[in-house]
């Protein structure tokens, strides 16, 4: 079975400070993505990466920066969080050979900014 | 990006019954996905599916995708307690996925 972690189930941070979550998958898969997800916008691609130190911007990039410097492993930064920030926080990982499609995701983290 | 328009938006059905959800797009997709996310979890994939035409069985679980490209169909047969959640379809077309917002489905015992 395809597993991916996240870091943190729920986290609680003050506006202005940097937050990471972490998310690493077993697979040796080359695709690996980060969503947030926000009731009633579904969810919405903020980062991906097809490898290793390769990384592209989704449809929400701006307050967030991404790095992967091992395969299995992909990180979000929040260089200074903010109360808009405050969602549901998806990693997902995938094979190219199917394309995107198949993204398996990890369990979440449910980051809350004051 | 447009994402997918899913329908219905909640279901509410007794135990036992069927179930069934579509989404469409104005775009077409290469595949179509279904995902079931549980409370505080992550989306589960359910069905992959490949081919404009192709219908997939996952247990109770049937997808279809449509023949236009530019929808896909779900249905749960006989339905029980552990079947609620929220069931997202997903379409991707050469490494541009775009999500549907999700059903919401509860099922009285």
């Known amino acids: 079975d395809v597993k991916v972690t996240q870091s943190s189930r729920y986290l609680v941070k003050r506006t202005g400070e940097k937050v990471f979550l972490e998310c690493v998958q077993d697979?040796?898969?080359?695709?690996m993505f980060w969503y947030r997800q926000d009731p009633g916008l579904g969810l919405r691609l903020i980062y991906f990466?097809?490898?290793?130190?390769?990384?592209e911007k989704g449809d929400i990039p701006e307050g967030y920066s991404v790095s992967r410097e091992k395969k299995e492993r992909f990180s979000l930064i929040l260089e200074s969080a903010s109360t808009n920030q405050t969602s549901m926080y998806l990693c997902?990982?995938?094979?190219?050979?199917?394309?995107?499609?198949?993204?398996?995701f990890g369990p979440g983290t449910r980051l809350t900014v004051t | 990006g447009q994402q997918l328009n899913q329908s219905p938006q909640s279901m509410f059905i007794q135990e036992g019954e069927d179930v069934s959800m579509n989404c469409t797009s104005s775009s077409i997709f290469n595949t179509w996905l279904w995902y079931k996310q549980d409370p505080g979890e992550g989306p589960v994939l359910l069905i992959a599916l490949y081919k404009a035409g192709e219908l997939t069985s996952n247990g109770r679980l049937t997808a279809q995708f449509g023949i236009t490209r530019k929808d896909s169909f779900l249905n749960i047969s006989a339905s029980i307690p552990s079947d609620v959640g929220i069931y997202f379809c997903?379409?991707?077309?050469?490494?541009?996925?775009?999500f549907g917002a999700g059903t919401r489905l509860t099922v009285k015992p």
């Open positions: 697979m040796d898969h080359e695709n």
């Open positions: 997902a990982s995938s094979s190219p050979w199917r394309g995107w499609g198949e993204q398996y």
């Open positions: 997903a379409g991707d077309n050469n490494n541009d996925m775009r």
């Open positions: 990466s097809y490898d290793v130190k390769m990384k």
